[in-house]
């Protein structure tokens, strides 16, 4: 006979919560654990797992104890639900993983020295891709500019996205190649391109719809390419203790998901990919072959408007600081928006019963996204539609947020970054409504967390711990008043989170009946003053299966 397996963990202590379940052995249970789940009073001691599903949470039951049970001895550190990123891309991500990255970069010369170096690293004309910079935390926050790179760039097109993907540096190299001169072209609808006031020379900054002229001349990957990337990065997402996420793709992506579909996985793919046109990219997600449960178009993805650090997130009012000649900016709708094709594709979304969930950060783009939703759903709550990243808020709009029943689907670890600089682009003011986590829960909204990797850190650790400090990443508190409690962090990346998929009765808490997806962490993020950084999973499941093992 096959004995029991058993895995010894170190012990911190435990609290008890009452449960109940069937009796006959499980193939796996968890004991001498402090187990969370959604919040609930207390922390269960012991859980059962058979068939890849909780069918015991509470007080240990030794029945459920065979000779071929797995028995994993939690030694008292706490046990979570498996973490769901609401707003991921791991396309993007897992390709990040192996480009240049400019987020770490604390001043010009640093800049430049780090493109030249990894210039010489790469064949003759081969692009220089990555980025994710962001200067505001430099003591001289200028903006990057061709000039900056031309000379250590050489022959190999550059572009370097900034930290929020909204706007980016390219070389000369990648100007002509677009066609880009003083000469022209006009900026594109919903996009802009920077030049010297002048001369009217492009100055290597293109924002919006604009970084296209440029981005659709880099070599697309390979299938192969593709696949590799989201191993990467569901590689990198378990070791976070991430075991689902809200994916957006291209639609033209989705080949290889179809791929990995083949494949046993660490992670569950809820797809919403990009489209210009929402009703022909149907025919396409119709046909798409996935695996139920595991990789699975849920909607689309559209766009309002741009961000806040690139200022082009729509406002309803005037940026601060604007130029002159442009005091009354306040951001860029995105092409399709003011044309009505936003409120077409919104239309064949409901049509062909898939979810709507749409990039809005500025206060305007937010209101006019609940206007168009609410004229195109009868009944706008079963549709769970979304905004993505609901940053900046009219204070009057997060009540209709929860009287309409849309998603707030927000990354918390934008308030560390933003908080930084937002005051000094909109005002004191209007920053009381912005990353708005308690007023929206406290306006009975669901609030669904991710991380928006690769453009921060998906630590999902992280974002909690912005969720709760309001601390921000040059060590000062912002918003604290909109500061949320662990438990209900904690629900924003489990319970929330699964509803905002429509899985909310399978995944994003440990209760008889759900998915085995949980995690192990090598401490409690309910201790008083809890390292945030230093919160590791020892150990991620996926329906029972152990898919990350801390060495």
């Given at each position: 006979?096959?004995?029991?397996?058993r895995?010894?963990l170190?012990?911190?202590?435990?609290?008890?919560?009452?449960g109940?379940?069937?009796?006959?052995?499980?193939?796996l249970?968890i004991?001498?654990?402090?187990?969370?789940s959604?919040?609930?009073?207390?922390?269960?001691?012991?859980?059962?797992?058979?068939?890849?599903?909780?069918?015991?949470?509470?007080?240990?039951e030794?029945?459920?104890?065979g000779?071929?049970?797995e028995?994993?001895?939690?030694?008292?550190?706490?046990?979570?639900?498996?973490?769901?990123?609401?707003?991921i891309?791991?396309?993007?991500g897992g390709?990040?993983?192996?480009?240049l990255?400019?987020r770490?970069?604390?001043?010009?010369?640093?800049?430049?020295?780090?493109?030249?170096?990894?210039?010489?690293?790469?064949?003759?004309?081969?692009?220089?891709?990555?980025?994710r910079?962001?200067?505001?935390?430099?003591?001289?926050?200028?903006?990057?500019a061709?000039s900056?790179?031309?000379?250590?760039?050489?022959?190999?097109?550059?572009?370097?996205s900034?930290?929020?993907?909204?706007?980016?540096?390219?070389?000369?190299a990648?100007?002509?190649?677009?066609?880009?001169?003083?000469?022209g072209?006009?900026?594109?609808?919903?996009?802009v391109?920077d030049?010297?006031?002048?001369?009217?020379?492009p100055?290597?900054?293109l924002r919006e719809?604009?970084?296209?002229?440029?981005?659709?001349?880099?070599?697309?990957?390979?299938?192969d390419?593709?696949?590799?990337?989201?191993r990467?990065a569901?590689?990198?997402a378990?070791?976070?203790?991430?075991t689902?996420?809200s994916?957006?793709?291209?639609?033209?992506?989705?080949?290889?998901?179809e791929r990995?579909?083949?494949?046993?996985?660490?992670?569950?793919?809820?797809?919403?990919?990009?489209?210009?046109?929402?009703?022909?990219?149907?025919?396409?997600?119709r046909r798409?072959q996935?695996?139920?449960?595991?990789?699975?178009?849920?909607g689309f993805?559209?766009?309002l408007?741009?961000?806040?650090?690139?200022r082009?997130?729509?406002?309803?009012?005037?940026?601060l600081g604007n130029?002159?000649g442009?005091?009354?900016?306040?951001g860029?709708l995105r092409?399709?928006?003011e044309d009505?094709?936003?409120?077409?594709?919104?239309?064949?979304?409901?049509?062909g019963?898939l979810?709507?969930?749409?990039?809005?950060?500025?206060?305007?783009?937010?209101?006019?996204?609940l206007d168009?939703l609410?004229?195109?759903?009868?009944?706008?709550?079963a549709?769970?539609?979304?905004?993505?990243?609901?940053?900046h808020?009219?204070p009057?709009d997060?009540?209709?947020?929860?009287?309409l029943?849309?998603i707030?689907?927000?990354?918390?670890?934008?308030?560390?970054d933003?908080?930084?600089?937002?005051?000094d682009?909109?005002?004191?003011?209007?920053s009381?409504?912005s990353?708005a986590?308690k007023s929206?829960?406290?306006?009975?909204?669901?609030?669904?967390?991710?991380s928006?990797w690769?453009?921060?850190?998906?630590?999902?650790?992280?974002?909690?711990?912005?969720?709760?400090?309001g601390?921000?990443l040059?060590g000062?508190?912002?918003?604290?008043?909109?500061?949320?409690t662990v438990a209900?962090?904690?629900?924003?990346?489990?319970?929330?989170?699964?509803?905002?998929?429509?899985?909310?009765?399978e995944?994003?808490g440990i209760?008889?009946g759900?998915?085995?997806?949980?995690?192990?962490?090598n401490?409690?993020?309910?201790d008083?003053?809890?390292?945030?950084s230093?919160i590791k999973?020892?150990a991620?499941?996926?329906?029972?299966?152990?898919?990350?093992?801390?060495?």
């Open positions: 006979m096959v004995q029991a397996r895995i010894i170190p012990f911190v202590a435990a609290l008890v919560v009452v109940a379940g069937a009796s006959q052995p499980a193939d249970v004991e001498n654990a402090r187990i969370w959604d919040g609930l009073v207390g922390f269960a001691e012991f859980a059962a797992v058979r068939d890849g599903r909780f069918v015991h949470v509470g007080l240990r030794d029945q459920f104890i000779r071929q049970t028995r994993i001895d939690a030694g008292g550190r706490t046990v979570i639900p498996g973490l769901i990123d609401s707003h891309h791991m396309l993007s390709r990040s993983l192996s480009e990255h400019l770490d970069a604390t001043d010009k010369a640093g800049f430049i020295r780090r493109v030249g170096d990894w210039a010489a690293k790469l064949r003759p004309g081969e692009w220089i891709l990555g980025g910079w962001s200067i505001e935390s430099w003591e001289d926050p200028q903006q990057p061709k900056w790179v031309d000379a250590v760039s050489g022959d190999h097109p550059l572009y370097l900034r930290m929020d993907g909204h706007s980016v540096l390219v070389n000369s990648a100007l002509r190649l677009a066609g880009i001169t003083r000469d072209p006009a900026d594109p609808p919903g996009g391109i030049r010297d006031p002048q001369t009217g020379e100055t290597g900054i719809s604009a970084m296209a002229l440029a981005s659709q001349h880099i070599p697309p990957p390979t299938v390419d593709q696949v590799e990337a989201l990467l569901m590689r990198e378990v070791q976070h203790g991430i689902a996420v994916d957006i793709p291209s639609i033209g992506d989705l080949a290889a998901y990995i579909a083949e494949s046993e996985l660490p992670v569950r793919f809820f797809l919403y990919p990009t489209a210009d046109d929402w009703e022909k990219a149907t025919t396409a997600v798409f996935g695996k139920r449960d595991w990789v699975e178009v849920k993805k559209g766009f408007d741009g961000s806040l650090g690139s082009t997130a729509y406002m309803r009012d005037a940026y130029k002159p442009k005091e009354s900016w306040r860029l092409d399709g928006v009505g094709r936003f409120a077409v594709n919104v239309a064949a979304a409901r049509r019963e979810q709507a969930i749409v990039h809005a950060i500025g206060d305007e783009a937010n209101h006019l996204l168009v609410a004229r195109a759903y009868p009944n706008l709550r549709a769970r539609c979304r905004s993505e990243h609901a940053q808020l009219l009057q997060i009540a209709r947020f929860g009287e029943g849309v707030a689907s927000m990354q918390p670890y934008h308030k560390a933003d908080g930084r600089y937002a005051e682009y909109i005002g004191p003011q209007r009381r409504s990353y986590y929206l829960l406290d306006a009975g909204v669901v609030v669904a967390f991710g928006d690769p453009v921060v850190t998906l630590n999902p650790f992280l974002g909690i711990e912005a969720a709760i400090t601390r921000t040059d000062k508190s912002w918003q604290t008043h909109q500061n949320i209900e962090a904690l629900r924003c990346y489990t319970s929330r989170a699964a509803y905002a998929v429509f899985a909310e009765n995944l994003g209760a008889p759900r998915e085995a997806d949980f995690v192990i962490l401490r409690s993020p309910f008083l003053d809890v390292e945030w230093a999973p020892v991620v499941y996926v329906e029972g299966r152990r898919v990350f093992a801390a060495e």
